[in-house]
């Protein structure tokens, strides 16, 4: 696949994962989103919708790691960037594959249990939150050694939106967590879109060309 199809990958993930979530959270009954999180959609009926969410999504931003894998070959965050990605991305995967454990009242009728796959699922949702914040240092770090003072800043916005937006609002943390995830996520996405546009060296140029 080529590189810039595999950077575009991320403005697919975003708005598929929240769409899809969204839809599924004013449809569900007993389903309620400022008390709900998102992942426990995966728990109710018709859970697998959210599963596939997880993962289809993981997938498209292990697409975009590669992209930047293949993109990113100098300067600040060439290797941490694109890793940190995949890492995110693996950490989506394994958040659906495990799903996390019946709290608050959803599903309805369900014990709040704590079970090995919800244990599981917190340990992935955290290295993909952990894998977002290191991404948003390294791109800050990147792109003001470059004196894009435009960019930079927007990163460093992404790393405390996400870092500390979830606890603004107490009694709504579903609401505000998955407001700073679509602000991180997105963020990752118009990145490494806006990569497109950057040249090829020479040699990873003519290594795309035999690939293709």
Not at 154 to 159: C, D, I, M, R, Y
Not at 160 to 171: A, D, R
Request: hydrophobic letters at 60%.
């Amino acid at each position: 696949m080529k590189t810039d199809k595999m950077l575009a990958a991320g403005l697919v993930a975003v708005p598929l994962f929240f769409v899809t979530a969204l839809t599924q959270a004013f449809t569900k009954d007993g389903f309620d989103i400022t008390r709900h999180m998102i992942s426990q959609l995966a728990t109710g009926p018709l859970g697998w919708i959210q599963t596939a969410n997880f993962i289809v999504t993981g997938a498209l931003f292990a697409m975009v790691a590669l992209g930047l894998r293949r993109r990113m070959t100098e300067g600040i965050g060439r290797v941490w960037a694109p890793r940190s990605v995949g890492v995110f991305a693996a950490g989506l995967i394994g958040a659906g594959l495990f799903a996390c454990d019946p709290i608050a009242g959803y599903p309805v009728g369900a014990a709040e249990v704590m079970t090995w796959h919800g244990t599981l699922h917190g340990v992935a949702s955290g290295v993909a939150g952990l894998a977002l914040l290191a991404f948003d240092i390294i791109v800050f770090r990147r792109l003001r050694a470059q004196g894009n003072t435009t960019a930079a800043p927007a990163s460093l916005v992404a790393f405390v939106v996400f870092l500390v937006g979830p606890f603004t609002i107490p009694g709504l943390m579903s609401v505000t967590f998955a407001a700073a995830s679509f602000l991180a996520w997105g963020w990752v996405a118009v990145f490494a879109a806006g990569l497109r546009a950057a040249p090829v060296s020479a040699p990873r140029a003519h290594a795309e060309l035999v690939a293709h």
